[in-house]
Every structure is written in structure tokens, then in C-alpha cells.
């Protein structure tokens, strides 16, 4: 029978996962029963919020906690080689949420939809900026953050898969671009690469506080907040009236099991009479060909860059998924199998 690579979650992690916290194993591929289709997967796309579904306990009305001693969870992208299902005859190219593994089972019940793709560009766009990537940027900053010409838009985590590209929409709609990061490696190539107005690297010895208020002495319009924490707590002290936040991760809280840290200067959004909202892409299904539609031409305008970074071979996973969520990696982080 056909072998079935897969990563499985060994242990929880501690902390920050570790590549000891996976392993990788193989086993048959199951035959399908009606209704059902098996996919081949060319791409895993690695996305830091799966984190917080590696801890005991991590249930919510979002996603439950992944056993440990299974596969991986995953939004993956392949093809179909054998079908029982009318709908997906063989030779469809989908886009489902499965696991870190080189095939995969689909039916009716999983999340799972067709992709009908351009064949203008290269297939991973579809898990980067034609793909959840690029979806959470735009309907995170244009339907929640609704950037005006002139606005300051503050970004964290900037050289993510998310703000990497939240920036350059930010640019594209006239407004002033500032991103957090964390090194001075990374300062650069936002400023020369994708075109920030200026970055701020909050592991420097000034401070990030600091460096908010040399930048933005009169605050920030739009905060895009990928990080939660202590970086958001910070954020929300600089404000202008009418200031917008929106809540699309929390990564330095996902290697935490207890309670997220606090946020202390809520009172702020009363003085200034700002507003918070978080959302998930999946709330825009219906209009995801808009979105892709004007993403696609800012790609081929040469107004929008997309950054992938790729890791070749499904043993590779463990790896770039730590690397990732330590800052090693830039932008999209895939896996190619």
C-alpha cells in the first residue's frame, strides 16, 4: 500500500516548541469509503495560532486541543488522486484544514473547499497572499481597521507571514507605515524590501516605548496586533482619537498553558474614544474572490510583494515550524513536499 509520511505530536511543549516535541512517521494510506477523497498534499502551510491547539486543555469555540500521538493539524494544499466523492473528481486542486502529512482523507465534513486557481501564479500563493495569508490582511485591515489616505498604521510582528503584507496594503491605500519586529535585519529589509516607512526593533536597548513615542509622538490610527501580551498593553498607552485596533494573533501567549497576560490600559479606548475588534478570516468566505481579486492585481502591478520562505520535505516540518515561531523565518513560512 501507498506510505503515508506524517508528524505527529509526541509531547506538549513546554514553553517554546521544540523540534523533540515531534516526530515523524509512516503508516498506510486508509481506503476511502463513499463520499470520501484522498488527497495528495504539495504544500503545509505553517501558521503560528496552531500553537495554542499543541496545549492540554486548549479547547475553545474555535478549535479543540490536538491529541498527542496524531498527526499534526494543518491547513494543507493538494490534489486529488482518488475519489468517491462526485464533486471531487480526480485532478481537483483543494485547499482543506488536515495535518502535517504527505496525504490526506477528505469528506463533506471536513473543511475543505475547491480551488480554482490562476494558473499565472505559482500554486503556494494560495496558502500566502492569494491564499488565508493574504485573506487575513485584507479583511482584517480594510473591513476592521479601514485605513484612511494619511492614516499611521502601526504594525506587530511586521516580518510575519500576516504583517509583511498588512504593511504593503497599508502603503497601497496612502497611509504612513510603522512595524515592530526583532532584529535589526529585519528593520532593514521591511524599510528597502516591502516598504515601511520606518520599524521599530523592540529587542533594541532603547525600548520599544520609547521608540513609539520618538516615532509617533502623536500615536497611531490603526494598530494591526499580531503579538498580545505586553506588546498590545504597551500599543493601546498611544492611541489617537478614533484609533482602531485589530486583533488578529496573540503569539507571544501561545506557548502559554495558564491565563494570557493582562491588558491594563483598557480606560484608554474610553478617553479616546477608540475601538477593538478581532475576526477570523473564515467570517469573509463570501466575498474571498474579491479579495483574491484585488490582491492579484496588486501582485501584477508590482504594488505587492509576496514573501514565502520554503522548507523542501515533509521531515523538514519540525523544523521550520520552530524556526518560525522564533522570528528565524520571513513572511510565509511553507513546507513543500
Not at 514573501?307 to 524556526?323: L, S
Amino acid at each position: 500500500m501507498r506510505q503515508n509520511k506524517q508528524v505527529i505530536l509526541k509531547q506538549r511543549p513546554q514553553g517554546a516548541a521544540t523540534k523533540s516535541d515531534f516526530s515523524v512517521c509512516a503508516g498506510d494510506v486508509p481506503s476511502l469509503d463513499s463520499g470520501q477523497f484522498l488527497v495528495r498534499n504539495l504544500y503545509l502551510s505553517l501558521d503560528a495560532g496552531f500553537r495554542k491547539w499543541m496545549n492540554q486543555g486548549a479547547d475553545d469555540n474555535y478549535l479543540t486541543a490536538m491529541p498527542l500521538d496524531a498527526p499534526v493539524q494543518s491547513i494543507v494544499l493538494g490534489q486529488v488522486i482518488e475519489t468517491r466523492h462526485p464533486s471531487y473528481p480526480i485532478g481537483t486542486l483543494v485547499l482543506g484544514r488536515k495535518a502535517w502529512e504527505g496525504y490526506s482523507t477528505f469528506s463533506d465534513a471536513d473543511f475543505v473547499q475547491k480551488l480554482e486557481s490562476d494558473p499565472s501564479f505559482p500554486l503556494h500563493e494560495y496558502l500566502a497572499a492569494l491564499g488565508p495569508t493574504g485573506l487575513t490582511a485584507y479583511f482584517g485591515l480594510l473591513d476592521i481597521g479601514q485605513p484612511r489616505p494619511g492614516d499611521i498604521v502601526l504594525v506587530s510582528a511586521a516580518g510575519g507571514a500576516v504583517g509583511s503584507v498588512v504593511g504593503q496594503i497599508a502603503r497601497i491605500k496612502g497611509c504612513r507605515t510603522i512595524g515592530i519586529t526583532s532584529s535589526p535585519e529585519k528593520c532593514s529589509w521591511l524599510k528597502e524590501s516591502l516598504g515601511y516607512d520606518a520599524v521599530l526593533n523592540h529587542r533594541a536597548p532603547e525600548g520599544l516605548e520609547a521608540q513609539i513615542r520618538r516615532e509617533l509622538p502623536e500615536g497611531f490610527d490603526i494598530y494591526f496586533d499580531n503579538v498580545g501580551g505586553r506588546m498590545l498593553d504597551l500599543a493601546l498607552q498611544n492611541m489617537k482619537e478614533r484609533a482602531r485596533v485589530v486583533l488578529c494573533g496573540a503569539i507571544s501567549e501561545y506557548d502559554k498553558t495558564g491565563s494570557h497576560t493582562g491588558i491594563h490600559h483598557m480606560w484608554e479606548f474610553v478617553t479616546k474614544r477608540a475601538s477593538a475588534a478581532g475576526f477570523m478570516f473564515s467570517d469573509y468566505v463570501e466575498r474571498y474572490p474579491e479579495a483574491i481579486r484585488q490582491m492579484a492585481e496588486w501582485i501584477r502591478q508590482g504594488k505587492l510583494r509576496s514573501v514565502v520562505e520554503f522548507y523542501e520535505g515533509i521531515e523538514e516540518t519540525p523544523r521550520a515550524f520552530c524556526d518560525m515561531m522564533s522570528g528565524k523565518s520571513r513572511g510565509k513560512c511553507i513546507v513543500k513536499i
